[in-house]
């Protein structure tokens, strides 16, 4: 199957249900409309998203049951974005060519952008006009996206990664490392595809198996991200703790290993494990 | 009745619920922790969560029953509160005489302790050890939590709060300044009601008079906070558009429409009605 194809087909769906969070309804003040919407449109790949249609389809079910879970997690990932670029944080002027949030705006704005993402990724989930669903399985997609998103997730992940400098021993390095991956990068690929799985429909096995996958491909996604951004000065890359080469090893390996989880499922989980494979071996 | 032992009795409830999101299980930088309890405790006077409890018991359902919002209510506004101390917002050193947390710990751990506690709140909510009621009745008060904390509502009255100043029209200045304490602080105590009153088994009727009921005693609490703080420099206090009188009547009549939408309920929310006459008439 052609993943270009199927990820371009899916992200109009997707842009869609976002725009559609920010209909004229209620009166949102207009600067922080716009900052809420500036990482948003133009986004980036909308990877996470996809994952979570692809998740829905992989049990079974219907791709646009996944919708809200995809959405919120988008929502999720560009708050993070917001928050990490600020002066007190990354410190980031630019970010996919443009200005950050808080240049474009000011730092007042960009914290409330963010806190706004944040808080809207859960509207999104509990309002009742966007989930068909049964309301079991949308709390499962909450509380799987709250969890990712919280202190022992993306948020702790963001505390570690301020901490970290790669100056110590490099075994515990690669430990604190990975440690920071799992939080940073993978706790919303873990949200995107068992959240999505749940409102497709996916038995206790199925969102168990696809908790590891996400949890290896969210792994070897931020290894790729690394490799493709190889002369970087981040600290918290994995080329600082191992050589390229085993960092190519070590994402294949990953990705083997996901692939096997969900083996035993039918065909219809096919984009699911097309996307896993263009995780890791992408050029962009 | 004696609204301080109620108030008093049910405190530790809660205090007791907010603590256990914080037991030893998931791992959470003890920074992050550290800076996420700072100003949870001691706390406030927790009025949010005991306005949840009390909205459960008025409509016949048992106090417990409203443990998760009542607790999601208060991380929320205290997320709120650490978020409006920054640098970039209100720039304030302390609060409740003690340092607010980006002087305590640093700007970036208050920026990601109040995600975090922003986060938790939906967590709490959506955790099935917490919750025993129906999934319907818990995402209803989900959303009631996310509208109430989200653009239209918290972060964008703070938006609006930081841009107000009281140099315009007085006329245009108090619906504007209506707006902002109807986001900034009646929001939350619409969660806190209508979302305790869902746990406890609410009708849609019951929670459509709590709503406005709730939303009358928000704007008469934020009136009485002004009153007691009368001689601050605060932009958006009442007393800047309004004489002390004036303000008092309003607080007043405010109560009297508050307490008629709730006339029809039975003697099981008389704690209810006791803690919306000491909003408006606290000295403290």
């Known amino acids: 199957m052609d993943v270009d194809a199927y990820m371009a087909e899916r992200i109009p769906l997707i842009d869609a249900a976002i725009e559609s969070r920010f209909d004229p309804g209620p009166t949102i ?166 959240g999505g799985a749940a409102l497709g429909g996916a038995s206790e096995s199925e969102r168990k198996s696809l908790l590891v996958f996400a949890e290896e491909i969210g792994v070897a996604f931020q290894i790729a991200d690394d490799l493709l951004d190889a002369d970087s000065d981040e600290a918290a890359s994995i080329l600082r703790v191992q050589g390229l080469d085993d960092a190519k090893r070590g994402a294949e390996g990953l990705l083997d290993r996901a692939l096997g989880r969900i083996e035993g499922m039918c065909e219809r989980a096919e984009p699911l494990r097309e996307l896993a494979r263009f995780c890791v071996r992408r050029d962009r």
């Open 29 to 194: 003040p207009e600067s922080l409309r716009d900052a809420m919407r500036h990482l948003l449109f133009p986004g980036g790949k909308r990877i996470r998203p996809i994952f979570a249609l692809a998740a829905a389809e992989a049990v079974g079910g219907r791709a646009e049951a996944a919708l809200p879970i995809a959405v919120a997690v988008e929502l999720v990932h560009t708050y993070s974005l917001v928050h990490d670029d600020l002066p007190c944080m990354d410190d980031d002027a630019t970010r996919r060519g443009r200005p950050t949030v808080h240049v474009a705006f000011d730092e007042a704005t960009a914290v409330l952008a963010g806190d706004a993402l944040l808080t809207e990724a859960f509207a999104v989930l509990s309002d009742p006009t966007m989930s068909s669903g049964d309301p079991a399985a949308v709390m499962l997609s909450i509380h799987a996206l709250a969890t990712a998103a919280g202190a022992a997730g993306l948020v702790g992940g963001q505390v570690d990664d301020l901490l970290f400098s790669p100056e110590t021993d490099g075994a515990v390095d690669h430990e604190r490392l990975a440690s920071i991956h799992s939080r940073k990068t993978a706790a919303l690929f873990r949200a995107a595809i068992v």
